[in-house]
């Protein structure tokens, strides 16, 4: 369970869409967003250079190729 200051700072991050301009706040999330997947495709490029790696990753893409089957 999250803590009370979890869900003040999303009730302030909330506020903060209600009363502020797209433009303004799609800033922000995008910043977020691209540092997100900046850090993955960093954890799995460093994944990929092992040989422990390559296997977890192999058996991640056999897994979600069996969703799409």
Do not use: C
């Not at 009363?19 to 799995?44: I, Q």
Request: charged share 45%; net charge positive.
């Amino acid at each position: 369970m999250r803590d009370k200051s979890h869900m003040e700072a999303v009730e302030r991050w909330a506020e903060f869409v209600k009363n502020n301009p797209r433009e303004e706040w799609k800033k922000s999330v995008n910043l977020l967003m691209n540092a997100t997947y900046k850090k993955s495709n960093d954890f799995y490029k460093r994944l990929e250079q092992t040989e422990k790696g390559k296997k977890i990753l192999e058996r991640l893409k056999e897994e979600r190729m069996k969703k799409f089957s």
